[in-house]
């Protein structure tokens, strides 16, 4: 299993708000590593999504945004689209692996 | 605009060798931290190794230290990946990637569209 769990799926409608968690430890998340998140779309590379726990490149939508606390991450996704259904990673660096990590991804179906 | 063009994947048996490359372009390439990060079908992201900018530091994830050297070639804005001793759990897509610049923490922003590689007899 990842190092990082996330949830393997969420869901929502059209217009909701969506959180995707992602639990590190105290060698990861904890240790004050920050937290990337990417999307990857279907059959498409993955893309960043949040960088530093809470920064969005140019070009994305502020419906996409990124907390940390403690030993974990969140990324909320309001206003849901259909077109934001993808996977969604967390990453972030181990110190005591000396490795990045990623979560295991999570699946968004928009319904 | 930024491009990361991978190639060299493909059909390989186990124990076999494989070389990829990268092609950089629309950003100095000698200027960043590059790594390579693979995805097993239906499976998740795994960081495999990145560089510095001068490809003086590499660092590697332990599933792949000692089999596989990445360097990189900055007069050519190239990046390689050299795998050896390729065994079944290597199969992937591998994506060539450029590191965030002036991070607090390792991550990348950038992406190549991938390349297949299949460990099998």
Redesign the interface.
């Known amino acids: 299993q990842s190092v990082l769990t996330q949830p393997p799926s969420v869901s929502g409608a059209p217009g909701q708000r969506v959180t995707i968690s992602c639990t590190g430890s105290r060698s990861n998340i904890g240790a004050g590593f920050d937290v990337h998140w990417y999307q990857q779309l279907p059959r498409k590379a993955p893309k960043l999504l949040i960088y530093e726990n809470n920064n969005r490149p140019s070009g994305v939508p502020d419906r996409f945004s990124g907390s940390k606390s403690g030993t974990s991450a969140s990324l909320a996704i309001t206003g849901l689209q259909t077109e934001d259904e993808a996977d969604y990673y967390c990453q972030s660096y181990d110190t005591t692996l000396s490795s990045w990590v990623f979560g295991g991804g999570t699946e968004l179906t928009v319904l | 605009e930024v491009q990361l063009v991978e190639s060299g994947g493909g059909l390989v048996q186990p124990g076999g060798s494989l070389r990829l490359s990268c092609a950089a372009s629309g950003f100095t390439f000698s200027s960043y931290w590059m790594s390579w990060?693979r995805q097993a079908a239906g499976r998740?992201?795994?960081?495999v190794a990145n560089t510095k900018e001068d490809g003086s530091e590499k660092?590697y994830?332990?599933s792949v230290k000692g089999r596989f050297t990445i360097s990189r070639d900055n007069a050519n804005n190239t990046l390689y990946l050299e795998m050896n001793n390729l065994g079944a759990e290597d199969t992937a897509v591998y994506?060539c990637a450029r590191d965030?610049r002036d991070?607090?923490?390792?991550?990348?922003?950038?992406?190549?569209?991938?390349t297949q590689v299949t460990v099998s007899s």
Not at chain 2, 44 to 47: D, K, N, T
Not at chain 2, 103 to 110: A, K, M
């Open positions: 990060v998740g992201l795994e960081w660092y994830a332990d994506y965030l991070s607090r923490s390792p991550g990348v922003d950038e992406w190549g569209q991938g």
